[in-house]
């Protein structure tokens, strides 16, 4: 899940070309490590599990450390916002696009 992909991105990232959390959370002292990797994130307004506030902290921090992150919130979406973003066709392309890092 979301919470994962932000954990395999911080473990990882010299793995990654993109990566696509979806309704998670992680630690925001990564994003200085991970500020390389597009990240499109997405997250249900109405997430009674995990709350919306987990991605928008992540977003905050990635931008703070000089990423530029997509970030989708669906309004009525619950936990249950992967189906809506997996629905998403420009997310395919989108993450097709994508080439690691130089480092």
Known sequence: GGFGTWALAAAYPERLAAIAPI???GDPR????????????FHG???NLVPLARSQEMVD???AAGAEPR?????????D????A???EELYTWL???RRAKR
Do not use: M
């Open 23 to 25: 309704c998670g959370g």
């Open 30 to 41: 990564s994003a200085s490590r991970i500020r390389h990797i597009p990240a499109w994130v």
């Open 45 to 47: 307004a109405k997430d």
């Open 61 to 63: 921090a990635l931008k």
């Open 71 to 79: 970030f989708t919130v669906y309004p009525e979406a619950g936990h």
């Open 81 to 84: 916002s992967w189906t809506e």
């Open 86 to 88: 997996y629905n998403t």
């Open 96 to 98: 097709l696009s994508q």
